[in-house]
Nanobody, 122 residues
Framework: QVQLVESGGGLVQPGESLRLSCAAS????????MGWYRQARGKQRELVAV???????DSADSVKGRFSISRDNSKNTVSLQMNSLKPEDTAVYYC????????????????WGLGTQVTVSS
């Protein structure tokens, strides 16, 4: 079993910054990727950014140049630095951890955190 605990959400004004953090605990051996997804009210959950064990990062076009993801493997944490926040960034942000089958990227299983609310409003 794996637990993912997020922190750092809140209410900010447009143009401000927030930093989200996620700590993984439990049976985390072999974890292949950690990242962040978000879900705005009435919309589907979408990828924000994910970092793989080989250092490769995938991120949504809507956040490139504004958000950056980092991972500390020694502490089993992943952080999301969000700058120049916009009202459309308002959503519940979920931490995600994935395990892959073999040496590729076929999903074996994944875990989700409970989510942290980010609200960008003036």
């Amino acid at each position: 079993q794996v637990q993912l605990v997020e922190s750092g959400g809140g209410l900010v004004q447009p143009g401000e910054s927030l930093r989200l953090s996620c700590a993984a605990s439990g049976t985390i051996s072999g974890m292949g990727a950690m990242g962040w997804y978000r879900q705005a009210r009435g919309k589907q959950r979408e990828l924000v950014a994910v970092v793989f064990n080989d250092g490769r990062i995938d991120s949504a076009d809507s956040v490139k140049g504004r958000f950056s993801i980092s991972r500390d493997n020694s502490k089993n944490t992943v952080s999301l630095q969000m700058n120049s926040l916009k009202p459309e960034d308002t959503a519940v942000y979920y931490c995600n951890a994935r395990w892959f089958a073999g040496s590729g990227y076929d999903l074996l299983y994944e875990y989700w955190g409970l989510g942290t609310q980010v609200t960008v409003s003036s």
